[in-house]
């Protein structure tokens, strides 16, 4: 008895002192920083995902397992921006990890690294669940993603300061591909200057401002309060006036008030990845924008 | 053995000492709250109808904590909650509670300190605190899915088992979700009181277990103990114990969502089951000190279902039983009068947002022999800092 408690005792002193793989762990709150970190990190990260393309990011219970897998994470990517205040919070309290606390180099926000759109100047709730520091979907634009990778790959150094070469490398080649990827999806989304669209939640406002896509109408009359009848069909008498050429909804998101409207006015539903993993073509940071170009000129037609 | 002991407690004084070090030379800790502090405030207020009248309420053979009534005959305001709460250093996170009944004077619901910077899975708690037993114990009421806790968390626990001490909770580094917890108490609440052995009488252990089950399921199960110390605690006003309540708790949660997004649909099913251990000297009402010896035990189980976007249905039923303490107790609390307590209830309610609620309900409630029949209409809405809700 007396042995096999020490072999317990010896067990987990062991198991507190030595992280078990020499990887940096990764905890990613989003599908979009779990794929920058596979870029960036390559074979020296390994990433968790804590959410999938088809899960609210919004709307996550802080379940056990992600304060498990939380434990053992060297670092933290999440969007920041309040995005997450509903379940991050907790996971933090539980995890009893002080590497990826806020104020430590484990502690990743992105919309840290990039001027938001849509900042409030006041806060009242009366607008819907509206976030103070600004529209966090930044992931809808690439410009911001190669923002992101650049303040990513500094944290990536100063973790693991012995690869601090090797995640300049990666960085360097990921930017030159990700620049050149840019220029073309600008190219090829040309056509779809102008076009005007109808949105379910405020998610696409990085997108719309980068390709120039219009927004008439947006489902969720105050965001975050689900699309109501009432507003539904002021939206149709709307676009009855002033057709708009698509209706826009994230991999996520519920389906049924989009194909209300489309019955109605004969305006196809385009469905959008969103992130990482939300249609099989955007089966990483560049089939993500390569899926919801080629979305959005089916869609156009 | 004791070698391996000291390695591991030199190794964390040594980072504590290294975190003192630290906090005096770096600057100030960015905090990812947008407010500092986050303040909140709940708000809720009851219509409540009974066939009974609740005032006079009781559970057949229980002596009952404070605040156990199951609410008030028409309109009234429920428990206003106003909480502060922040990181306070790189090393520490604070949070305040103060609940403020509508017909009673305020008073601190929780105000602890918490650790941030230890690691390794260790967080330390102290202050004034819900206990980590059991699953409901933890839950403010505002987050609760009934306008009332369980029957056996009113019976034994005394609604919710809060007290000032300390807290230990370790955290596995597994994929599977392992903690464990340790709580040395005061022992001024009930199922405790009068602050037994100088103020540090009552303890409590217990261990969750939780994961995932696919990308729809996930659970949470757990066992608890809890070792209260009473001196002198008043039940019902008239009546007193003195002695030991011994408490184990086997709680089990398992949630259900499509894809594991719960906006739209969503399910949950929770069940507890407590027994208490009594042992000690009981006192009725005008009566002289009589020793007392018996078990009681309880179970719930509910299920909530979110059907579509903002609207919830819920049902729940509840069953006590405790042992006939002999004829000595009759026509006292403790005379369970042949009857074993059961409750069922069901429920609706509506979220305007993730911030209001307004829910109905109704129970059918045999805390006593003869049905009360119990009706609720009751809102309860947040304002201020968004909150992050526990599992």
Same mark, same amino acid.
């Given at each position: 008895m007396k042995e096999f408690m020490k072999n317990i005792v010896m067990l987990l002193a062991i198991m507190a002192m030595h992280p078990v793989s020499a990887n940096v762990n990764v905890f990613a709150c989003e599908p979009e920083w779990g794929a920058l970190a596979k870029e960036l990190g390559g074979s020296r990260v390994s990433v968790y995902l804590a959410t999938t393309a088809f899960q609210d990011p919004h709307h996550i219970q802080a379940r056990p397992s992600l304060i498990a897998k939380l434990r053992r994470a060297d670092l933290l990517i999440c969007t920041g921006a309040e995005l997450e205040i509903g379940w991050l919070p907790i996971l933090l309290r539980q995890a009893?990890?002080?590497?990826?606390?806020?104020?430590?180099?484990?502690?990743?926000?992105?919309?840290?690294h990039v001027t938001l759109l849509d900042k409030l100047t006041s806060v009242d709730r009366s607008q819907g669940d509206v976030h103070a520091s600004g529209?966090? !979907?930044?992931?809808?634009?690439p410009r911001k993603i190669a923002k992101v990778a650049k303040a990513l790959t500094a944290t990536l150094a100063k973790i693991d300061t012995t690869h601090s070469v090797e995640y300049d490398r990666l960085y360097r080649d990921f930017d030159k591909r990700w620049q050149a990827a840019i220029s073309r999806w600008e190219k090829d989304a040309a056509p779809l200057k102008g076009v005007k669209v109808v949105v379910? !939640?405020?998610?696409?406002v990085y997108m719309m401002k980068w390709l120039g896509i219009k927004v008439v109408a947006s489902l969720e009359a105050k965001p975050g309060v689900p699309p109501g009848a009432g507003h539904l069909s002021q939206i149709l008498s709307q676009l009855r006036t002033e057709p708009a050429q698509m209706i826009i909804r994230a991999a996520y998101q519920e389906g049924r008030p989009d194909r209300w409207l489309s019955e109605r006015t004969k305006i196809p539903v385009v469905v959008l990845p969103f992130t990482v993993g939300g249609t099989d073509q955007a089966s990483d940071l560049f089939g993500l924008y390569d899926s919801t170009i080629t979305n959005l000129l089916k869609g156009r037609q | 053995m004791n070698r391996f002991l000291i390695s591991i407690c030199s190794r964390y004084v040594q980072v504590v000492i290294t975190m003192f070090a630290v906090v005096c030379s770096a600057s100030a800790a960015q905090s990812g709250n947008a407010f500092n502090p986050s303040i909140s405030l709940i708000l809720n207020g009851t219509y409540g109808a009974f066939?009974?009248?609740?005032?006079?309420y009781g559970i057949s053979g229980f002596p009952l904590g404070e605040e156990s009534e199951p609410g008030v005959e028409g309109f009234s305001l429920g428990e206003t909650e106003l909480s502060i709460s922040a990181n306070i250093d790189p090393n520490w996170y604070g949070a305040f509670t103060l609940a403020m009944p509508g017909d009673g004077s305020p008073g601190v619901e929780n105000a602890y300190i918490q650790s941030t910077s230890i690691g390794d899975g260790l967080t330390l708690r102290g202050g004034r605190f819900f206990s980590?037993?059991?699953?409901?114990?933890?839950?403010?009421a505002h987050t609760w899915d009934f306008i009332d806790t369980a029957l056996p968390y009113r019976a034994l626990l005394g609604t919710q088992y809060g007290d000032d001490g300390i807290q230990i909770r370790w955290l596995a580094p597994t994929d599977l979700f392992v903690e464990a917890g340790a709580e040395w108490m005061r022992g001024d609440s009930f199922p405790a009181g009068g602050g037994a052995n100088s103020g540090r009488g009552t303890w409590s252990g217990f261990i969750h277990l939780g994961g995932d089950v696919g990308s729809s399921h996930s659970w949470r199960a757990g066992l608890s103990y809890l070792s209260a110390k009473a001196i002198n605690r008043e039940s019902g006003a008239t009546d007193f114990f003195t002695g030991t309540s011994k408490i184990l708790i086997a709680d089990l949660v398992w949630k259900w969502a499509p894809n594991g997004n719960t906006y739209r649909r969503n399910f949950k099913f929770q069940a507890e089951y407590l027994q208490s251990s009594n042992k000690g000297d009981f006192t009725p009402g005008g009566a002289s000190a009589t020793p007392y010896s018996a078990t009681s035990s309880g179970w719930y189980a509910q299920g909530v279902y979110q059907f579509m976007p903002r609207w919830r249905v819920a049902i729940r039923h509840d069953q006590l039983k405790t042992d006939d303490p002999g004829v000595v107790f009759n026509n006292t609390t403790l005379d369970k009068q042949g009857h074993n307590p059961k409750r069922d209830s069901v429920m609706i309610d509506h979220n305007f947002s993730e911030f209001s609620r307004v829910r109905l309900q109704y129970n059918r409630d045999q805390s006593q022999p003869k049905v009360d029949n119990q009706w609720f209409l009751q809102y309860t809405m947040s304002l201020g800092a968004h909150g992050a809700h526990l599992f």
């Amino acid at each position: 008895m007396k042995e096999f408690m020490k072999n317990i005792v010896m067990l987990l002193a062991i198991m507190a002192m030595h992280p078990v793989s020499a990887n940096v762990n990764v905890f990613a709150c989003e599908p979009e920083w779990g794929a920058l970190a596979k870029e960036l990190g390559g074979s020296r990260v390994s990433v968790y995902l804590a959410t999938t393309a088809f899960q609210d990011p919004h709307h996550i219970q802080a379940r056990p397992s992600l304060i498990a897998k939380l434990r053992r994470a060297d670092l933290l990517i999440c969007t920041g921006a309040e995005l997450e205040i509903g379940w991050l919070p907790i996971l933090l309290r539980q995890a009893g990890n002080n590497r990826v606390q806020p104020g430590q180099p484990g502690n990743f926000m992105a919309t840290k690294h990039v001027t938001l759109l849509d900042k409030l100047t006041s806060v009242d709730r009366s607008q819907g669940d509206v976030h103070a520091s600004g529209n966090p !979907h930044i992931q809808t634009d690439p410009r911001k993603i190669a923002k992101v990778a650049k303040a990513l790959t500094a944290t990536l150094a100063k973790i693991d300061t012995t690869h601090s070469v090797e995640y300049d490398r990666l960085y360097r080649d990921f930017d030159k591909r990700w620049q050149a990827a840019i220029s073309r999806w600008e190219k090829d989304a040309a056509p779809l200057k102008g076009v005007k669209v109808v949105v379910h !939640h405020k998610s696409w406002v990085y997108m719309m401002k980068w390709l120039g896509i219009k927004v008439v109408a947006s489902l969720e009359a105050k965001p975050g309060v689900p699309p109501g009848a009432g507003h539904l069909s002021q939206i149709l008498s709307q676009l009855r006036t002033e057709p708009a050429q698509m209706i826009i909804r994230a991999a996520y998101q519920e389906g049924r008030p989009d194909r209300w409207l489309s019955e109605r006015t004969k305006i196809p539903v385009v469905v959008l990845p969103f992130t990482v993993g939300g249609t099989d073509q955007a089966s990483d940071l560049f089939g993500l924008y390569d899926s919801t170009i080629t979305n959005l000129l089916k869609g156009r037609q | 053995m004791n070698r391996f002991l000291i390695s591991i407690c030199s190794r964390y004084v040594q980072v504590v000492i290294t975190m003192f070090a630290v906090v005096c030379s770096a600057s100030a800790a960015q905090s990812g709250n947008a407010f500092n502090p986050s303040i909140s405030l709940i708000l809720n207020g009851t219509y409540g109808a009974f066939s009974k009248d609740p005032s006079v309420y009781g559970i057949s053979g229980f002596p009952l904590g404070e605040e156990s009534e199951p609410g008030v005959e028409g309109f009234s305001l429920g428990e206003t909650e106003l909480s502060i709460s922040a990181n306070i250093d790189p090393n520490w996170y604070g949070a305040f509670t103060l609940a403020m009944p509508g017909d009673g004077s305020p008073g601190v619901e929780n105000a602890y300190i918490q650790s941030t910077s230890i690691g390794d899975g260790l967080t330390l708690r102290g202050g004034r605190f819900f206990s980590g037993i059991g699953y409901l114990n933890e839950r403010h009421a505002h987050t609760w899915d009934f306008i009332d806790t369980a029957l056996p968390y009113r019976a034994l626990l005394g609604t919710q088992y809060g007290d000032d001490g300390i807290q230990i909770r370790w955290l596995a580094p597994t994929d599977l979700f392992v903690e464990a917890g340790a709580e040395w108490m005061r022992g001024d609440s009930f199922p405790a009181g009068g602050g037994a052995n100088s103020g540090r009488g009552t303890w409590s252990g217990f261990i969750h277990l939780g994961g995932d089950v696919g990308s729809s399921h996930s659970w949470r199960a757990g066992l608890s103990y809890l070792s209260a110390k009473a001196i002198n605690r008043e039940s019902g006003a008239t009546d007193f114990f003195t002695g030991t309540s011994k408490i184990l708790i086997a709680d089990l949660v398992w949630k259900w969502a499509p894809n594991g997004n719960t906006y739209r649909r969503n399910f949950k099913f929770q069940a507890e089951y407590l027994q208490s251990s009594n042992k000690g000297d009981f006192t009725p009402g005008g009566a002289s000190a009589t020793p007392y010896s018996a078990t009681s035990s309880g179970w719930y189980a509910q299920g909530v279902y979110q059907f579509m976007p903002r609207w919830r249905v819920a049902i729940r039923h509840d069953q006590l039983k405790t042992d006939d303490p002999g004829v000595v107790f009759n026509n006292t609390t403790l005379d369970k009068q042949g009857h074993n307590p059961k409750r069922d209830s069901v429920m609706i309610d509506h979220n305007f947002s993730e911030f209001s609620r307004v829910r109905l309900q109704y129970n059918r409630d045999q805390s006593q022999p003869k049905v009360d029949n119990q009706w609720f209409l009751q809102y309860t809405m947040s304002l201020g800092a968004h909150g992050a809700h526990l599992f």
